[in-house]
């Protein structure tokens, strides 16, 4: 028994690869797909089955591109209903692979076809289980992501308690919880950083598994204090279900180098964005005016996609040389297919023209504490709400960069102001979106609350 976890960063997202006996079972695939395929070639393995704990909407799965490449039938619980070829599983329904077998459990809450894989050695012992979005660790899956059908979060969450209590806590204690997130994803709220852990020690830390809770109790935890699910989530949910492009395809058909006047006129056709995804202290040094910054070395994906809300934007890409492909791949992992090209020889092509350059002023937060003594300064902080309760610079406002877009006329309403988050990323993609609709005078802090937490703790509010 093989038992492998992918784990993605930007997407906070585990898959698994199975393998046992010459066969591997795939669980929640990427949607580039050659990592599964090299270990296949690798390990002399054919891939028997491909299991789905959802319809994830948070980035879009690789089932359909794995399936066509290997021949293996791609599997959903109870509820899924596709647009391409899948087994939908029946609650308890198991499948046999190599000298293992996977058990599915029906777990709805999450989503309604939400289920959980439980993966038995030969003897029949449950070894591990993968929940999905059903179980976190240290939370469970929001209960407000597919609502309709006459039924609200608050039904929703009410089948998640059950789903926990019925199917997933009578397992043994030593069972293996691998769920499909970790800390940073937007499908719960408090998720550990930790990427597996056994359910004994889950019922000890995890707040959904106390016996103590009842059914109104965890119906009240999980529906409170939810942020507005991003908008492109209902276009990854389609996709999955409904299928997508190759990675193969996208990157030869984005990978396009413009000349800086094949740039220039694309930029000035209706609703292209340009998206700069260098570092955040590249960016605020210069970039081309207008721009909106997202950074490759951060949380790329999500946070593009919570940006850019519509799958079909069509983009201009600033790019570090040598991570165009890279850029594609990412923003293809949410859905976001339509990049038109990128800039021949980066920022430094457009830095050498005559063209107009736009920039951001920072400031270190060591020398704001002259100013804070003395003054009141307008500040802004762009961290989620639980962030901002745990502890901010005083006076400071929250305005979440997830509600930015909705948020502009808060902005206007100051004479310049200071912008920080919780290391200096989300900061400056916040800074680049105000500047686009010509809010300017911004200082951004860098590294923001943990420079600030360094150096101004004497003005800490909790």
């Given at each position: 028994?093989?038992?492998?976890?992918?784990?993605?960063?930007?997407?906070?997202?585990g898959?698994?690869?199975?393998?046992?006996e010459?066969?591997?079972?795939?669980i929640?695939?990427?949607?580039e797909?050659d990592?599964?395929?090299?270990?296949?070639?690798?390990?002399?393995?054919?891939?028997k089955?491909?299991?789905?704990?959802?319809?994830h909407?948070?980035?879009?799965?690789?089932h359909?591109?794995?399936?066509?490449?290997?021949?293996?039938?791609?599997?959903?619980?109870?509820?899924a209903?596709?647009?391409?070829?899948?087994?939908?599983?029946?609650?308890?329904?198991?499948?046999?692979?190599?000298?293992?077998k996977i058990k599915?459990?029906?777990?709805?809450?999450?989503?309604?076809?939400s289920?959980?894989?439980?993966?038995?050695?030969?003897?029949?012992?449950?070894?591990?289980?993968?929940?999905?979005?059903?179980?976190f660790?240290?939370?469970v899956?929001?209960?407000?992501?597919?609502?309709?059908?006459?039924?609200?979060?608050?039904?929703l969450?009410?089948?998640l308690?059950d789903?926990?209590?019925?199917?997933?806590?009578?397992?043994?204690?030593?069972?293996?919880?691998?769920?499909?997130h970790?800390?940073g994803s937007?499908?719960?709220?408090?998720?550990?950083?930790?990427?597996s852990?056994?359910?004994?020690?889950?019922?000890?830390?995890?707040?959904?598994?106390?016996?103590e809770?009842?059914?109104?109790?965890?119906?009240?935890?999980?529906?409170?204090?939810?942020?507005?699910?991003?908008?492109?989530?209902?276009w990854?949910?389609?996709?999955?279900?409904?299928?997508?492009?190759d990675?193969?395809?996208?990157?030869?058909?984005?990978?396009?180098?413009?000349?800086?006047d094949?740039?220039e006129?694309?930029r000035?056709?209706?609703?292209?964005?340009?998206?700069?995804?260098r570092?955040?202290?590249?960016?605020t040094q210069?970039?081309?005016?207008?721009?909106?910054?997202?950074?490759?070395?951060g949380?790329?994906?999500?946070?593009?996609?919570?940006?850019?809300?519509d799958?079909?934007q069509?983009?201009?890409v600033?790019?570090p040389?040598?991570?165009?492909?890279?850029?594609?791949?990412?923003?293809?992992?949410?859905?976001?297919?339509?990049?038109?090209g990128?800039?021949?020889?980066?920022?430094?092509?457009?830095?050498?023209?005559?063209n107009?350059?736009?920039s951001?002023?920072?400031v270190?937060?060591?020398?704001?504490?002259?100013?804070?003594?003395?003054?009141?300064i307008?500040?802004?902080?762009?961290?989620?709400?639980?962030?901002?309760?745990?502890?901010?610079?005083?006076?400071?406002?929250?305005?979440p960069?997830?509600?930015?877009?909705t948020?502009?006329?808060?902005?206007?309403?100051?004479?310049?102001?200071?912008?920080?988050?919780?290391?200096?990323?989300?900061s400056?993609i916040?800074?680049?979106i105000?500047?686009r609709?010509?809010?300017?005078d911004?200082?951004?802090i860098v590294l923001?609350?943990?420079?600030i937490?360094?150096?101004?703790?004497?003005?800490i509010?909790?």
């Amino acid at each position: 028994m093989k038992i492998e976890q992918i784990y993605t960063k930007c997407l906070a997202q585990g898959s698994y690869y199975i393998e046992s006996e010459g066969e591997a079972v795939i669980i929640d695939p990427l949607r580039e797909i050659d990592s599964y395929l090299e270990k296949t070639e690798q390990n002399n393995t054919k891939v028997k089955y491909i299991f789905e704990t959802h319809f994830h909407a948070d980035f879009v799965s690789g089932h359909v591109s794995l399936s066509k490449k290997t021949g293996a039938p791609i599997i959903f619980g109870p509820n899924a209903t596709t647009s391409f070829d899948a087994i939908i599983a029946k609650d308890n329904q198991t499948f046999s692979f190599g000298n293992l077998k996977i058990k599915a459990l029906h777990t709805p809450g999450h989503t309604l076809e939400s289920t959980t894989y439980l993966l038995m050695d030969k003897e029949g012992k449950t070894k591990a289980a993968f929940t999905g979005d059903t179980l976190f660790l240290g939370d469970v899956g929001r209960p407000d992501l597919v609502q309709g059908k006459g039924l609200g979060k608050e039904e929703l969450a009410g089948m998640l308690y059950d789903s926990i209590r019925e199917k997933i806590m009578p397992l043994e204690e030593d069972v293996l919880i691998y769920p499909a997130h970790g800390a940073g994803s937007a499908c719960g709220k408090n998720m550990m950083s930790i990427t597996s852990d056994t359910l004994g020690n889950q019922k000890k830390v995890n707040y959904a598994l106390k016996e103590e809770m009842t059914r109104e109790e965890f119906i009240e935890e999980t529906t409170k204090d939810l942020l507005e699910s991003p908008d492109y989530f209902k276009w990854n949910v389609q996709l999955n279900t409904q299928g997508y492009n190759d990675t193969d395809s996208l990157l030869h058909k984005n990978t396009v180098f413009l000349s800086l006047d094949e740039f220039e006129n694309k930029r000035k056709e209706e609703g292209v964005i340009v998206l700069d995804v260098r570092h955040q202290k590249d960016f605020t040094q210069g970039f081309i005016p207008n721009a909106i910054f997202v950074g490759l070395d951060g949380m790329f994906a999500p946070w593009a996609a919570t940006i850019l809300k519509d799958i079909n934007q069509p983009l201009l890409v600033v790019a570090p040389e040598g991570r165009e492909e890279e850029t594609i791949t990412r923003l293809a992992r949410v859905g976001f297919d339509n990049v038109l090209g990128f800039l021949k020889g980066g920022f430094q092509t457009w830095k050498d023209s005559s063209n107009d350059i736009d920039s951001i002023k920072n400031v270190e937060a060591i020398d704001l504490k002259e100013k804070i003594t003395n003054d009141k300064i307008e500040l802004f902080d762009v961290r989620k709400p639980m962030e901002y309760k745990n502890g901010y610079l005083a006076n400071a406002k929250n305005i979440p960069l997830d509600s930015i877009h909705t948020s502009i006329e808060a902005f206007k309403a100051e004479k310049g102001f200071y912008i920080y988050c919780g290391g200096g990323y989300r900061s400056v993609i916040a800074a680049s979106i105000l500047k686009r609709n010509n809010i300017n005078d911004i200082t951004n802090i860098v590294l923001g609350f943990q420079a600030i937490r360094k150096d101004l703790a004497e003005f800490i509010k909790n």
